[in-house]
């Protein structure tokens, strides 16, 4: 299996290539597995007749510190979406926008129905200590964040109709029983930040990354096992070297036996070709009458690469756990843009059956990355369910090996 490197890293999504980097620019060798034939784990998009379509519908959110630390965001060319977010209410529709970057939307804002003065002030309770020293919230005893709303009386239609609709997608789980530390930390990139997408697809995230690395990633390898050790058991063989780093999802680790199994949640989206006939808001829609779908987006509005001129590009967005079939997931898209879809061509589907470990309380929000013998792990398990997490994993357990080989 060729020479004997100083790390191998098992996995090439963006925790594994994060770490690589990382252990490359140490002057280490470094060789990085990956059984997908292409880079980038759960972040993939394929090209489907002039569009771009991601495995389930990420955004990239730039307030994250390690997309800041760690990614060439100008080199992405991020397309963003409005801060945000139009929300349905059965006989029409409602829309909530930030007024410090979408000031032209504070009209409908105020006139949306949504805002209860004593639910703001709730929120701002809520909110504001982890926005303004998010270390020191993080010493906090974390409980559900249903619980945490009960107790600063956010009870009304922004919890219900908007929060957690938009957080549903977000968590891949009923937001009601996540952790309320890791919530208002989302909570807090939101208000920082304005996601968007890369202009060639989230794919464009790892293949910018693995395109650090001075060795081509071993695409097609499937590794079989670990140790004892630091060893890599392939098809073809072992490869010894001085520490592993597993980046692989949880479940993958979990089959290898290095961590224990937790649940996660799963996401199912449907990638719509339409006439550009929907509306250019670039606004996220959620549905407040609390129907099965997570979230809809024109995602063409926001990013033009994303469908051939003009033509349109809807996604939607459903938790795995409603079971929503085909015909109906088409029902629910035109219900919420109020659209005939006749002419709207399902591109494809994605079931995402893994797609987040939930955050249930108390979430440890790190754990280990040094397994110990030379073996280590990462990945967004082992930290955040998000890009953030994945990212700040890799980094840790970059800086875990070195320690380790410096004895």
């Known amino acids: 299996m060729g020479h004997r490197p100083d790390v191998v890293v098992v996995g090439a999504g963006v925790a594994g290539l994060a770490c690589a980097a990382d252990l490359q620019a140490r002057g280490l060798q470094v060789r990085v597995l990956e059984k997908a034939d292409r880079v980038g784990g759960r972040i993939r998009t394929e090209r489907l007749d002039g569009y771009l379509c991601d495995i389930g519908f990420q955004l990239l959110n730039p307030a994250y510190p390690q997309v800041g630390r760690t990614v060439d965001v100008p080199a992405l060319g991020l397309q963003q979406f409005a801060a945000g977010v139009r929300v349905n209410r059965g006989s029409g529709s409602a829309v909530l926008g930030d007024p410090r970057r979408e000031p032209?939307?504070?009209?409908?804002?105020?006139?949306?129905?949504?805002?209860?003065?004593?639910?703001?002030?709730?929120?701002?309770?809520?909110?504001?200590?982890?926005?303004?020293?998010?270390?020191r919230s993080l010493r906090a005893p974390d409980r559900t964040v249903a619980q945490?709303?009960?107790?600063?009386?956010?009870?009304?239609?922004?919890?219900?109709?908007?929060?957690?609709?938009?957080?549903?997608?977000?968590?891949?789980?009923?937001?009601?029983?996540?952790?309320?530390?890791?919530?208002?930390?989302?909570?807090?990139?939101?208000?920082?930040?304005?996601?968007?997408?890369?202009?060639?697809g989230m794919q464009a995230l790892p293949d910018q990354l693995a395109a650090r690395l001075s060795a081509p990633v071993e695409?097609?390898?499937?590794?079989?096992?670990?140790?004892?050790?630091?060893?890599?058991?392939?098809?073809?063989?072992?490869?010894?070297?001085?520490?592993?780093?597993?980046?692989?999802?949880?479940?993958?680790?979990?089959?290898?036996?290095?961590?224990?199994?937790r649940p996660t949640g799963g996401l199912t989206t449907w990638w719509y070709a339409t006439p550009d006939d929907l509306p250019r808001d670039r606004l996220l829609c959620v549905d407040g009458q609390g129907g099965p779908v997570a979230n809809t987006a024109v995602v063409s509005a926001a990013a033009p690469s994303y469908a051939p001129p003009g033509r349109g590009l809807v996604q939607l967005t459903a938790l795995s756990a409603a079971g929503l079939g085909d015909d109906r997931a088409l029902a629910q898209a035109g219900r919420l843009w109020r659209a005939d879809t006749t002419e709207w061509e399902l591109l494809v589907r994605h079931d995402v059956h893994d797609a987040l470990p939930v955050t249930r309380p108390p979430l440890p929000i790190r754990r280990p990355v040094d397994l110990g013998d030379g073996?280590?792990?990462?990945g967004d398990h082992q930290d955040t369910p998000s890009t953030?997490?994945?990212?700040?994993?890799?980094?840790?357990?970059?800086r875990a090996t070195v320690r380790h080989l410096a004895g």
């Open 148 to 200: 945490a709303w009960d107790a600063v009386g956010v009870r009304g239609p922004l919890r219900r109709q908007v929060l957690q609709p938009f957080l549903s997608g977000v968590l891949a789980d009923d937001p009601g029983h996540a952790s309320d530390t890791y919530v208002r930390l989302l909570i807090r990139s939101f208000l920082l930040g304005t996601p968007g997408l890369p202009r060639e």
């Open 219 to 261: 695409t097609g390898t499937e590794v079989v096992g670990i140790g004892p050790g630091p060893v890599v058991r392939t098809a073809s063989g072992k490869i010894r070297a001085r520490a592993v780093v597993v980046a692989t999802d949880l479940p993958a680790a979990a089959a290898l036996d290095l961590t224990p199994t």
């Open 104 to 135: 032209h939307l504070l009209g409908r804002t105020l006139r949306s129905g949504l805002l209860d003065v004593r639910e703001i002030a709730g929120l701002i309770r809520w909110a504001a200590p982890t926005v303004l020293a998010p270390q």
């Open 388 to 398: 953030q997490g994945a990212l700040a994993s890799g980094h840790r357990a970059a």
């Open 375 to 378: 073996i280590l792990l990462c």
